[in-house]
């Protein structure tokens, strides 16, 4: 995880039982979590061990952002450095997922070009009101990794307007985790991999979510087992070594 910035707000239903509030809060955290400062995580993946070599070796992936939006509005003053992180660690792989997909055209650097080779988007929707609002923008952008990531699912979405193998890379379906976790039916888990097969685009089921309905039946999931659970259901697809 490479957070340099940290806090949200919400803009979207998707976002109702955000898991930075509620991590915030259990931590007693002070300043708001819709407050987006600046973390002491800034530069992360320029940090360099005793002997002069990168902490963090040539192959590393960073998952960025995943306590706010890449893409949020109080952070255009530091994205610019960011930019040029991700350039000098070429070696190395990012990607974020973001509900702001609409700004990342005046937010891209100048030698972006048709993509960075190091970096994947995803583009995140909960229901098919946000796919629909959210997925064309996302498929006319110039992305060389492009991530549908379906979470938290709180509807059947379909996805098949949006599915292309040329220009998709992978969908990622996800519940909702936390107490009050909206249920995410398996139903709806398998219509989006049917759907992924029937398109030829790699799937990845990541999370059950807290609340799980599967055969008519509710299954309450910790969340140490959310993640191994979803695994289980033996839909993935994905091949995640694909991104170079």
Same mark, same amino acid.
């Given at each position: 995880?490479?957070?340099?910035?940290?806090? =949200?707000?919400?803009?979207?239903?998707? =976002?109702?039982?955000?898991?930075?509030?509620?991590?915030?809060?259990?931590?007693? #955290? $002070?300043?708001?979590?819709?407050?987006?400062?600046?973390?002491?995580?800034?530069?992360?993946?320029?940090?360099?061990?005793?002997?002069?070599?990168?902490?963090?070796?040539?192959? #590393?992936?960073?998952?960025?952002?995943? $306590?706010?939006?890449?893409? &949020?509005?109080?952070?255009?003053?530091?994205?610019?450095?960011?930019?040029? &992180?991700?350039?000098?660690?070429?070696?190395? /792989?990012?990607?974020?997922? $973001?509900?702001?997909?609409?700004?990342?055209?005046?937010?891209?650097?100048?030698?972006?070009?048709?993509?960075?080779?190091?970096?994947?988007?995803?583009?995140?929707?909960?229901?098919?009101?946000?796919?629909?609002?959210?997925?064309?923008?996302?498929?006319?952008?110039?992305?060389?990794?492009?991530?549908?990531?379906?979470?938290?699912?709180?509807?059947?979405?379909?996805?098949?307007?949006?599915?292309?193998?040329?220009?998709?890379?992978?969908?990622?379906?996800?519940?909702?985790?936390?107490?009050?976790?909206?249920?995410?039916?398996?139903?709806?888990?398998?219509?989006?991999?049917?759907?992924?097969?029937?398109?030829?685009?790699?799937?990845?089921?990541?999370? #059950?979510?807290?609340?799980? &309905?599967?055969?008519?039946?509710?299954?309450?999931?910790?969340?140490?087992?959310?993640?191994?659970?979803? /695994?289980?259901?033996?839909?993935? $697809?994905?091949?995640?070594?694909? &991104?170079?």
């Amino acid at each position: 995880m490479w957070n340099p910035w940290h806090g =949200c707000h919400k803009i979207s239903p998707g =976002c109702r039982h955000c898991y930075v509030y509620r991590e915030d809060a259990a931590f007693g #955290t $002070t300043v708001p979590a819709s407050e987006v400062r600046k973390t002491a995580s800034f530069g992360l993946p320029l940090r360099r061990d005793r002997k002069k070599n990168w902490k963090y070796p040539a192959g #590393t992936e960073f998952a960025l952002c995943f $306590t706010s939006d890449f893409l &949020i509005e109080e952070a255009d003053q530091w994205r610019d450095e960011i930019w040029k &992180i991700i350039r000098e660690r070429r070696d190395c /792989r990012f990607f974020f997922f $973001t509900k702001r997909i609409g700004r990342l055209p005046e937010l891209l650097p100048g030698d972006w070009g048709e993509g960075y080779d190091n970096v994947a988007v995803g583009c995140s929707v909960e229901n098919q009101e946000m796919a629909d609002l959210r997925l064309p923008v996302f498929l006319s952008l110039p992305v060389k990794h492009r991530i549908i990531v379906v979470a938290p699912m709180i509807g059947p979405v379909s996805l098949r307007p949006f599915l292309d193998d040329r220009v998709v890379s992978e969908v990622s379906v996800g519940g909702e985790s936390g107490k009050y976790g909206r249920p995410l039916d398996f139903e709806w888990v398998i219509d989006i991999h049917r759907q992924c097969l029937a398109a030829g685009v790699p799937f990845c089921f990541h999370q #059950t979510g807290s609340h799980l &309905i599967k055969d008519g039946r509710m299954y309450d999931i910790p969340r140490e087992y959310q993640h191994s659970q979803a /695994r289980k259901a033996g839909l993935n $697809t994905i091949d995640h070594t694909k &991104i170079k």
